[in-house]
T-cell receptor, first 115, second 113 residues
Framework: GAGVSQTPSNKVTEKGKYVELRCDPI?????LYWYRQSLGQGPEFLIY????????DSGLPNDRFFAVRPEGSVSTLKIQRTERGDSAVYLC?????????????FGAGSRLTVL | AQTVTQSQPEMSVQEAETVTLSCTYD???????LFWYKQPPSRQMILVIR??????QNATENRFSVNFQKAAKSFSLKISDSQLGDTAMYFC??????????FGQGTRLTINP
C-alpha cells in the first residue's frame, strides 16, 4: 500500500481480555517495527522484524506480549490478559531495510484502552 | 545503551517567529544517525529532518535546519518563519548499530496566531 496501515484505530477492552493489533506495512519494506507510546511520552521500542523473523524483541515488557509476521508482510501484535497499564498508543513502522540509518514510515497507531 | 533527552516539555511562539528545540544524546558509537520527527494530533509520526553523524555539514530542509554538535552530543532543531501547521509534538531520535530508533520524551510546540 501507499502507507503503513494499522487497525483498529481505537480499541477499548476490559482487563484480562485478549487483544490483537494489526499492521500492514509499505509493500516491499523488509523491516517492521512496533513501538508503544504512553500518554505524554516518546515511543518506546517493543520489537522489530527483518522479513518473517523477530530480529530484536528486547523491548517486549513481558510474556503477555507477542508479535508475528508469518509471511514477511502483515504483522500482528498480540496482548494476552490485558492490564490497565497496557493502555497506550501502539505504533507500527516500516523501512526498506533495517538499520539505524533508515527512515521509518509510521502508521497512525492503534490506541488501546484497558478498562 | 543509547539515551536521548529533550529538556523542553513545552514551547510556544508566535507565528512567523523562529524557534529552537533542544536535544542531547548519549552514545559510545561513532557512526550513527539523528532524526527529528513531528507528531501532529493525528498521531502519525512524520520525518522532519535527518543528520548523518559523519557529515559535519548541518542538514537543512526548507524552513527546518539542525545544529549538530557531535562533540557535545547535541542535536537541536531550528524552525524558521514558524507556521500554524507546525504545531505538534516533536521527537528527537537516535539510530545506530542496534537497528532501531531510540526516541526522546518529546517537546510540545504550539504556534500562536
Amino acid at each position: 500500500g501507499a502507507g503503513v496501515s494499522q487497525t483498529p484505530s481505537n480499541k477499548v477492552t476490559e482487563k484480562g481480555k485478549y487483544v490483537e493489533l494489526r499492521c500492514d506495512p509499505i509493500s516491499g519494506h523488509t523491516a517492521l517495527y512496533w513501538y508503544r507510546q504512553s500518554l505524554g511520552q516518546g515511543p518506546e521500542f517493543l520489537i522489530y522484524f527483518q522479513g518473517t523473523g523477530a530480529a530484536d524483541d528486547s523491548g517486549l515488557p513481558n510474556d503477555r506480549f507477542f508479535a508475528v509476521r508469518p509471511e514477511g508482510s502483515v504483522s500482528t501484535l498480540k496482548i494476552q490478559r490485558t492490564e490497565r497499564g497496557d493502555s497506550a498508543v501502539y505504533l507500527c513502522a516500516s523501512s526498506l531495510n533495517p538499520g539505524g540509518a533508515n527512515v521509518l514510515t509510521f502508521g497512525a497507531g492503534s490506541r488501546l484502552t484497558v478498562l | 545503551a543509547q539515551t536521548v533527552t529533550q529538556s523542553q516539555p513545552e514551547m510556544s511562539v508566535q507565528e512567523a517567529e523562529t524557534v529552537t528545540l533542544s536535544c542531547t544524546y548519549d552514545t559510545s558509537e561513532s557512526n550513527y544517525y539523528l532524526f527529528w520527527y513531528k507528531q501532529p494530533p493525528s498521531r502519525q509520526m512524520i520525518l522532519v529532518i535527518r543528520q548523518e553523524a559523519y557529515k559535519q555539514q548541518n542538514a537543512t530542509e526548507n524552513r527546518f535546519s539542525v545544529n549538530f554538535q557531535k562533540a557535545a552530543k547535541s542535536f537541536s532543531l531550528k524552525i524558521s518563519d514558524s507556521q500554524l501547521g507546525d504545531t505538534a509534538m516533536y521527537f528527537c531520535a537516535f539510530g545506530g548499530g542496534a537497528q532501531k530508533l531510540v526516541f526522546g520524551q518529546g517537546t510540545r510546540l504550539t504556534i500562536n496566531p
